[in-house]
């Protein structure tokens, strides 16, 4: 089965730190890759997906991440974040082909401090 | 335009009470999918309805859960005999059928007494 493991539960950072959140993820075939975000008090939203091509995908807000295939990885970074970044980040993948249902991973909640 | 709609926002029901939950799709998608968020479980794959085959249910957690979509749009989400491990969110998201990016509703917050 299918499955998606995020590293870190909760991090906090300062403003114009970096970030990098891991997610990686089970599954022998091949997957469609995304991040969404969830800001306080809103809807999941897309950050960014990753269907092929260029394993280096970039997205919303100067974020950006990059599918590692030998490592079943596709972490989430962006080199200076914001106050504003301040949310849950969720990993997700579905099998490329297939029904199109996401499996999550546990997700991040990130906590910038001005 | 419109996007994903759900209702109620916030639901309050006593054990063994029935709920429906209600989703309206974005106009023309052709995909819906229920998912659940709570606590501890994360966010939960439920059921999926593309067009007119039949939904993958594979993600119900009981049989007293059951969810239908009427005319290819609106859906709705039937929680029976109601059990407080029910409560979470519930949300909805649509796509337009290519199994690319899914457009999520605010969701139903369920609370169990």
């Known amino acids: 089965a299918q499955s998606v493991s995020q590293h870190n539960h909760h991090v906090i950072l300062s403003e114009a730190a970096s970030l990098e959140l891991g997610c990686n993820y089970s599954?022998?075939?091949?997957?469609?890759l995304f991040w969404y975000v969830q800001y306080p008090g809103q809807h999941l939203q897309l950050l960014l997906k990753?269907?092929?091509?260029?394993?280096l995908v970039k997205g919303i807000k100067g974020f950006e991440a990059e599918f590692i295939k030998s490592k079943f990885s596709f972490n989430l970074r962006k080199p200076s974040v914001q106050w504003s970044d301040t949310a849950e980040y969720f990993c997700?993948?579905?099998?490329?082909?297939?029904?199109?249902?996401?499996?999550f991973g546990q997700g991040t909640t990130l906590q910038v401090k001005p | 335009g419109a996007g994903v709609s759900q209702s109620p926002s916030n639901k309050v029901t006593e054990k063994g009470k029935d709920v429906e939950l209600r989703c309206d799709p974005i106009?023309?998608?052709?995909?819906l999918y229920w998912y659940r968020q709570s606590l501890g479980q994360g966010l939960e794959f439920l059921i999926y309805?593309?067009?007119?085959?039949?939904?993958?249910k594979s993600g119900l957690p009981s049989d007293r859960f059951s969810a239908e979509r009427t005319g290819g749009s609106v859906s709705t989400l039937t929680i029976q005999r109601t059990q407080q491990e029910d409560s979470a969110v519930y949300l909805c998201?649509?796509?337009?059928?290519?199994?690319?990016?899914?457009?999520f509703g605010p969701g139903t917050r369920l609370t169990v007494l």
């Open positions: 997700a993948v579905n099998a490329a082909g297939n029904t199109g249902k996401l499996i």
């Open positions: 599954y022998g075939g091949t997957v469609n």
């Open positions: 990753y269907f092929s091509g260029d394993p």
């Open positions: 106009s023309g998608h052709t995909a």
């Open positions: 309805f593309q067009g007119n085959s039949a939904p993958d």
């Open positions: 998201a649509s796509d337009p059928g290519r199994a690319d990016t899914q457009y």
